[in-house]
């Protein structure tokens, strides 16, 4: 045979038959060590933390953002003007009612009341003198020593001399007021907040007068707030109830950082921009925790749930169907079950529906759980591992 008859055998294809066998004969021996392997490993049970559903009456309540503000301001104007020659209190201090804060000058206020108090004295001399005269004229008239006509001429002046001793009176009264005015007190207890003016300085009065100091009313403080124009009915026939209790805390606050007090205002009327309703609420602050002007969160209590089922707020999950908590049952099993969510107290949340109180619930170790597989109370694996299936 020669060298081309060789190179044609070796180029011939193999028959397909062949490569059916050659198929066959490795997925027969692949089948027979699966067979001889046996069934895959089961997962092993997931780590996790659990706790018990427990019952419980807790608050209904409305959550809602508000502000600190002071009871009383007031900015002090001047009632006279003229030129401060003292300032007796330090800015930001606390003042009681009645304590000195400014001294106008006095001097030109207490000449006007010496000014006053003489004319006053002239007045009631010659006021004096026309009752004596019209006394004689009285006497003299019956004995028909003098006319009517004298005798009514007397009886005008005392009554012209009486209103001239009453005009100087007032005009004493104006001068002793204006030289009570030159000294300026605080209205009632607070805050004073930063000077206006310095020693030396013209004041004026008036509405638009200068301002010298504001000063506010710290204790108690007032909480203001609104809610929503559809919550003021609930609001208002919790109110026919009781009388409404008001949580305030501080943003940095938890919750359990409160203080209470009482609802104390509603407005007579809907925001019409806002559709909302303004409320008040007073508590006490003698510590001043709460500063004027400062946000606050405001929890407004409008009622009671009996027997509210609550789990650690750590429980529920969330997914695409909505909240979930995984339920551990008496075979060591986790069943996924959905929940309808009431409102947090506190660490813990109410649900409303899908758990009932005494069940057992995963508070950590929930990305390790699978639907229906195998659960074990220790310490949960951490995220990384149960990514990792660790």
Same mark, same amino acid.
């Given at each position: 045979m020669n060298t081309r008859s060789m190179r044609g055998l070796r180029a011939r294809p193999a028959p397909r038959s062949l490569y059916l066998l050659t198929a066959l004969g490795l997925l027969a021996s692949g089948c027979a060590r699966g067979s001889a392997a046996g069934p895959a490993p089961e997962r092993p049970p997931a780590n996790v933390a659990v706790s018990t559903a427990v019952e419980r009456d807790v608050p209904v309540y409305l959550d809602e953002i508000g502000k600190a503000t002071a009871r009383e301001v007031v900015t002090v104007r001047p009632q006279v003007s003229g030129p401060i020659v003292g300032i007796h209190f330090a800015d930001g201090v606390d003042v009681k009612r009645g304590d000195l804060l400014f001294t106008i000058d006095t001097r030109p206020y207490r000449a006007q009341l010496d000014s006053a108090t003489a004319a006053l004295a002239q007045n009631e001399a010659a006021l004096q003198l026309a009752r004596t005269e019209l006394a004689r004229a009285k006497i003299l008239m019956r004995s028909e020593a003098t006319?009517?006509?004298?005798?009514?001429? /007397?009886?005008?002046?005392v009554a012209v001399d009486d209103a001239q001793v009453r005009a100087s009176r007032a005009a004493v009264a104006t001068a002793k007021l204006n030289l009570?005015?030159?000294?300026i007190r605080s209205p009632f207890g607070? /805050?004073?907040g930063q000077r206006q003016v310095d020693l030396g300085n013209i004041v004026t009065p008036g509405g638009m007068g200068t301002a010298?100091?504001?000063v506010q009313r710290l204790d108690p403080v007032y909480a203001d707030f609104t809610i929503?124009?559809?919550?003021l009915?609930?609001?208002?026939r919790a109110m026919t109830d009781a009388r409404l209790k008001v949580?305030? /805390?501080?943003?940095?606050?938890r919750d359990e950082g409160g203080r209470e007090g009482n609802l104390t205002f509603i407005d007579n009327a809907v925001q019409g921009g806002t559709g909302t309703v303004r409320l008040r609420a007073t508590l006490q602050n003698g510590d001043h925790r709460f500063w004027p002007g400062r946000f606050v969160k405001v929890r407004l209590v409008i009622g009671r749930e009996r027997n509210a089922v609550l789990v650690p707020a750590s429980a529920p999950q969330v997914s695409a169907k909505g909240p979930f908590v995984y339920v551990v049952k008496k075979d060591s099993t986790a069943e996924m079950r959905p929940v309808r969510l009431g409102q947090p107290q506190g660490s813990l949340v109410a649900v409303a529906e899908g758990v009932t109180?005494?069940?057992q619930v995963i508070t950590a170790g929930q990305l390790a759980v699978t639907p229906g597989g195998k659960v074990h109370l220790g310490a949960p694996t951490s995220n990384a591992q149960a990514r990792s299936g660790q």
């Open positions: 006319t009517r006509q004298e005798y009514d001429s /007397r009886k005008s002046a009570d005015y030159c000294t607070g /805050r004073a010298l100091v504001v929503p124009e559809k919550e009915t609930g609001v208002q949580q305030v /805390r501080l943003p940095d606050e109180a005494g069940e």
